[in-house]
């Protein structure tokens, strides 16, 4: 299987990468130029493995593109323990890849790339403040989940955890407060077996 990245470090496409170490699958890796304008993922040729125009894409062995950061860990996921098997632990595992992508993702993955890669200085302070605000209420509820637990859903890691990881190990790098019980959390999940960091920055922009 091949994945679709892109040159800087995407949150997005590093909760593929993680899941893949932790299954222990081989792949290739195909990276694309998101900074060019317009975006290589925006060329036809990329166009036609994801109509939607963005990295990640995993392109199986027999051609069939999957788009979508979460649907992509939940198919590389099922019949393995980094997705529970049981009927409500599933869905629950559904609730935090879906608050991942709604109330997470837009606001701290946003305000990662803005920062580190252009952006931040043609924002309203409005816009300013309704990221950082949406962003941080994020953290907040992540937070209070995690007072009294370890992982996101059940007793183990799970993909919503991995999904979760993704931009949340940036959150205090670009001004969000990180509630200590997420900070102890980020330490469960380095600790995974085959854990692997999020790539370094080819530009040198991103710490
Ligand atoms: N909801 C998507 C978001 C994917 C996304 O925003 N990808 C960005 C990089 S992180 C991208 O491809 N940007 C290039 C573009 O939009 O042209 C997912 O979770 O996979």
Redesign the pocket.
Known sequence: MKLYD?TIP????YKVHLLLSHLGIAYDVEDLD?LANP?Q??EPKFLAKNPN????VLELDDGTCL????AILYYLADGTPYLPSDRLSRAQTLQWLFFE?YSH?PYI?VLKFWTYWGGLENLSAEMRTRVTTRGQAALDVMGEHLAERSFFVGEGYTIADIALFGYTQSAAAVGFTVPASVERWLTRVRQQPGHVAIKKDPLGKAP
Do not use: H, K, L
């Open positions: 892109s995407s949150g997005n496409s998101i975006s993922t925006r125009g963005r990295i990640p788009a979508e950061s979460n992508q993702e993955a």
